[in-house]
Every structure is written in structure tokens, then in C-alpha cells.
């Protein structure tokens, strides 16, 4: 009983948390709803836009799903919707396969979130979450950012009051360029005056009112539901002003009421065409979503499922076909903002469902005379948050391989799209890697005086033997670096001819397969042959029982040593008498010796 029990938690969390949940934590889930409700309507109207749907379909995207990761999800504080990043992929997507602002548009983005939905909980059932490791951080990174910067570029036809169009950020800045001269000077003063105020609701509302007397919760709050108040003044000066009879376009007529109940297209051609990019969503955003929830989760040492939260987001996106949404992951601001407001549980994103669902049935009339600009403001300020331009300069200075990774996925996404620059993203991030794991490191070490440490010979000044040379390995010996490993202690050997010991020190070696044990076999046999003795020292306990199971053990013409010390006590006794020391290379900290 008691395993059956544990099952069923982990498939439904709601049965860990509610089962504790009381009148203090419903408070607090209630306060974080009202909150994050407020900064969600304007995010899904806006991001709807972005996903190049009608504004009401984002409401739609925000119901069912945070209800379906109330049940499944184990974050307590993630908040799932529509995203900006999700939202272009989408518009990316079902661009291809139908004409945007018509019917087959929206069953598009319908089949994606269906498709979406399927692919990430079987992902999660088969426990596969590891696969998301494939797209590494500066993949991530450099998408976003030039995501973002796509976004904020597609959003200025809708500032400038234009027809533009394009997928890529050449395409859209050219588009842009040629239709300049049309610019409605109305709506660029509603955009612009939009833009600057919600640029200062970010960074300058909040001390503003704190020096007013507000106390800081109160003047957070006030600040987060900025978006709000541009959408209520804009709104009522179009429409007090009849700015829409001089060019200024707006949201129209939002239908009334809930989503609607229905079943997503399931036309097995039209599902083949929109196999791939739903892929891609999925990745990226679980990608999204996990960092977040992880991130929230380590300030209150609370802990999340990768796997779980795959069945999570599957189920969210099923949610979301199933009331005519798009698909959906979990949002960092929102996530923050519920997390900042006091979210106790996942309860609180249905309590903000319900407040969604109220907005459809009563509020949607009132944005009639809402400006597209207005939306278009609110994206361009939160997407502009997600351009990091210092990242690939500190790479630089880093790592060059993430450096390499990092532009590449930039700028591929910039000129071709975004589903070219992840796919090149990773390509060049595994393809990096497998040059990166072929040329190992490894180094000469010798004994730090008056301890039992080892150091790198260009590095430190240490004690040698001219007899015994120690190479320590700090890599894994696999088929990718093993015969480099050869030829870097054969040519070692080659260099010093007084040498009589080689230990090869393997604290770092984790494995060894198939390829690096021959590798150690015909060093052993070839080192024989010239008089060397070949040693090991400090092996791990999982790569001595690999070995046992071969007749390398056997065969090895030396001995496998506990400890380095051990095997340089042992071989080089009078070391010490001698002193023999190394002298570093003092540019040894900049150039490591590899190929």
C-alpha cells in the first residue's frame, strides 16, 4: 500500500501538497493569484499577438493549462502560459503551413500544442529529461537573445502602425525599411509614449513609490501591474478620442465567454508537417521552463522532477489544444513574480486560471479600443530583458569553444530563423565538444616538497626524478582520445631517454572503454620493448573492476599504486636527498600542451 501510495505522488504532487495544505498557505496562494492575473493579461493578449493569433486566444492558453500543472507539476511556484520565445516559434511554425488569420493558421498552432503536449509527456513517462542536456547553456543563451531581438523587431510595424513582414530579423528590417514612409504618427506616439513608461515602470516606479511612503511589497505589486495601467489609458484615450478613425489599428471585437471544448486537428499530414518544429518547442521550452522552476526552487530548498515536470508540461499543452490555446511553458517573470508574491503551491496557478476565466467573461469587452501598439510595447520591454550581448564577450574571455557555439546559434537564428539557429546551436556545441574531448589534458607532475601532492612540472616547482616520469591523465581515456594519449607519452618518453618508470596517475579517469584499453595494452607491450616499466596510481574502484575482467592486470609490467606518493616513494627513494626540482614555464598558465 504504502509503494502504491508513493506511485501515485509521483505522477500527481497534488497529493504530497494537498494533503497538508491549510488556511495560511490558501491566503498566500490567493495573493500571489491577484497579482500574477494582473500581469498575465496583458502578457497572453500580447504574446497571442506575437504568436500571430487573435488577442483572446492568449486568455484561452491560460486557463486549462495552469490548472493542468496545479495536478501535475512539482514546482510550487512556476507559473505556465504563453511565452515570448514559444509564441515566435509558434508563429514560426504554423507560418509554414498556413496563411496567417486564417482557420487552418489557428488549427496549426492548436495541433502544435496537441503535438507538443504528447511528445513531452511520453518524454516524461520514459524519463528522457536528460535529452534536453543536448542544447547547453550558450545554445540557450545565444537563442534567447536573438530570439528576443527578432521579437522586438517584429513587433515595431505594430509601433509605427505599418504593414511589415518577415521571419527573420534581415527580412524584417528590410520589410520595415520599405514601408517607413507610411508611418502612422498617432500610433508611433501611443507605441513610443507605451514603450518609455513601461521602461520606466521597470526601473523607476518602485523606488518612486517607496520614497512616497509605500511599503516595498505594496510598491512591487503597483509595479508589476504596470502593463495594466497602459492598457487602460491607452484604451480609453483611443477610444474617448476616436484615435481609431485616424489609423490607430486595435484589438476589435474579443469573443465573450470560455474557451471552447474541442478536439485538435488529427490529419496525419498535416500533424508529419508540423512534426519537427513542434519538436523544437518542446525542447526549448522545457528548457525554459526547468531552469526557472529549478532556480525558484533552490531559495526555498525545495526541490523539483525533471521527469515529472515533462508530464507536467505535456499535460499543460494537451490542456491548451483542448480550449483552442497555443502552446505554453513556464514563464520566468510571472514564475518570479508569483514566486516574489508568495506562491506556497501550485494551487495559486489555478486560483489565476480562475481570475483568466473571469476575464474572458467580463472583461473582454472593454478592450474593444485596445491599440496594438500598446501590446506591441508591452512585448518589446519584456523581451529586451531576455538580450544578453555581454555573454558572448565574456565567453571570449572564457571558454572559445562556447564563444564559437554561442555567435553561431546568434547569428543563424538572426539571418535564417529560429529553427536553423538551435539545430546549428547544437550541432556546433556537440561538434565542439567531440574536438574538445579528442585533444585530452594531461601533464607531467611532480611531488610539491614536504607533501603528498603532485603538480603540474610547467606550473609549480616540484620535485622530479629523471628516472621515473609521472603523467597524470585528467580525462577519461575513450576511443575520442586514447591514441592522442599515445603519442603524447611516446613522445615523453622520446624526450627524456633516462626514464626507466612510467606512472601514469588516473585520478581523474572516471572510464575507460573499449579503444583506450588497447591503448594501455600496446603501451605497456611497447614501453616493455624499451626498457620502461609501466605503472598506474590512484585508479578508481569502478575502472580497476573493468579492468579485472581483462588481462591487462596481468599483463601490466608494473603495479598499480593506491596513492601517487606511494608510487613515487616506492620508485624514486632518494628523490628527495637529491633535490631535483622543475622549473615552471611561467607562461604555462595561459598555454596548455596539447595537439
Avoid at 94 to 112: F, H, N, Q, S
Avoid at 367 to 385: E, G, N, R, W
Avoid at 467 to 486: A, C, F, G, H, M
Amino acid at each position: 500500500m504504502r509503494l502504491t501510495r508513493q506511485h501515485a505522488q509521483r505522477y500527481l504532487p497534488i497529493l504530497d501538497w494537498g494533503r497538508t495544505y491549510d488556511r495560511g498557505t490558501l491566503s498566500n496562494d490567493l495573493i500571489a493569484a491577484v497579482i500574477v492575473t494582473l500581469m498575465l493579461i496583458p502578457q497572453s493578449l500580447a504574446y497571442a499577438l506575437l504568436a500571430g493569433l487573435p488577442p483572446v486566444v492568449g486568455l484561452y492558453a491560460s486557463i486549462l493549462p495552469l490548472i493542468a500543472y496545479a495536478i501535475f507539476g512539482t514546482s510550487r511556484t512556476l507559473s505556465v502560459g504563453p511565452v515570448a520565445v514559444v509564441s515566435l516559434m509558434t508563429a514560426a511554425v504554423a507560418g509554414k503551413v498556413a496563411a496567417g488569420g486564417t482557420a487552418e493558421y489557428l488549427a496549426a498552432t492548436i495541433a502544435l500544442a496537441a503535438i507538443s503536449g504528447l511528445m513531452l509527456t511520453a518524454m516524461g513517462l520514459l524519463r528522457l529529461g536528460f535529452l534536453a542536456n543536448l542544447l547547453s547553456h550558450p545554445v540557450v543563451s545565444g537563442f534567447i537573445t536573438a530570439s528576443g531581438i527578432i521579437i522586438a523587431a517584429s513587433q515595431l510595424k505594430h509601433l509605427l502602425g505599418v504593414k511589415a513582414e518577415g521571419e527573420t530579423l534581415v527580412e524584417i528590417v528590410l520589410s520595415l525599411a520599405s514601408h517607413i514612409g507610411d508611418t502612422n504618427q498617432v500610433t508611433l506616439a501611443i507605441g513610443a509614449g507605451a514603450t518609455a513608461f513601461l521602461v520606466w515602470v521597470r526601473k523607476g516606479l518602485k523606488p518612486t513609490l517607496m520614497k512616497l511612503g509605500l511599503k516595498e511589497g505594496t510598491a512591487g505589486v503597483a509595479t508589476k501591474a504596470g502593463p495594466v495601467l497602459a492598457i487602460v489609458v491607452t484604451t480609453a484615450a483611443v477610444a474617448l478620442l476616436g484615435l481609431d478613425e485616424r489609423g490607430v489599428r486595435t484589438v476589435g471585437d474579443i469573443p465573450v465567454g470560455l474557451p471552447p471544448f474541442a478536439l485538435p486537428s488529427f490529419d496525419a499530414g498535416f500533424w508529419s508537417e508540423l512534426l519537427v518544429g513542434a519538436a523544437f518547442i518542446s525542447i526549448i521550452g522545457f528548457v525554459e521552463s526547468v531552469s526557472v522552476a529549478q532556480t525558484l526552487a533552490a531559495k526555498r530548498r525545495q526541490r523539483i522532477d525533471p521527469d515529472q515536470e515533462l508530464v507536467a508540461l505535456g499535460t499543460s499543452n494537451l490542456a491548451s489544444s483542448l480550449s483552442g490555446g497555443f502552446p505554453v511553458t513556464g514563464g520566468f517573470s510571472r514564475s518570479v513574480v508569483n514566486f516574489d508574491a508568495g506562491a506556497a503551491t501550485p494551487a495559486a496557478g489555478a486560483f489565476t486560471a480562475i481570475g483568466i476565466a473571469l476575464a474572458t467573461v467580463f472583461l473582454t469587452p472593454l478592450l474593444f479600443y485596445l491599440p496594438l501598439a500598446t501590446l506591441s510595447a508591452t512585448i518589446i520591454v519584456a523581451v529586451l530583458t531576455l538580450v544578453d550581448l555581454h555573454k558572448p564577450v565574456e565567453l571570449w574571455r572564457y571558454s572559445k569553444r562556447d564563444f564559437i557555439a554561442i555567435t553561431a546559434t546568434i547569428l543563424v537564428t538572426l539571418v535564417d530563423g529560429v529553427e536553423s539557429g538551435v539545430l546549428v546551436g547544437v550541432i556546433a556545441s556537440l561538434a565542439l565538444f567531440v574536438w574538445h574531448s579528442s585533444l585530452p589534458h594531461a601533464a607531467v607532475v611532480g611531488q610539491v616538497p614536504n607533501t603528498e601532492h603532485f603538480r603540474n612540472v610547467r606550473r609549480h616547482k616540484v620535485l622530479c626524478d629523471p628516472q621515473v616520469l609521472t603523467i597524470r591523465v585528467d580525462e577519461s581515456l575513450t576511443y575520442l582520445n586514447s591514441r592522442w594519449l599515445e603519442e603524447f607519452v611516446l613522445s615523453e618518453i622520446a624526450d627524456n631517454p633516462e626514464v626507466k618508470h612510467l606512472v601514469l596517475m588516473c585520478s581523474a579517469v572516471n572510464f575507460i572503454d573499449a579503444s583506450g584499453l588497447e591503448v594501455l595494452e600496446a603501451l605497456n607491450e611497447r614501453l616493455g620493448d624499451a626498457g620502461v616499466t609501466m605503472h598506474l596510481s590512484e585508479v578508481k574502484g569502478p575502472v580497476t573492476d573493468r579492468l579485472s575482467r581483462t588481462h591487462f592486470l596481468y599483463k601490466l609490467s608494473g603495479k598499480i599504486f593506491l596513492t601517487q606518493f606511494d608510487a613515487f616513494r616506492t620508485l624514486a627513494p632518494d628523490a628527495a636527498a637529491r633535490g631535483i626540482m622543475s622549473t615552471p614555464d611561467l607562461g604555462a598558465n595561459r598555454i596548455e600542451k596539447r595537439m
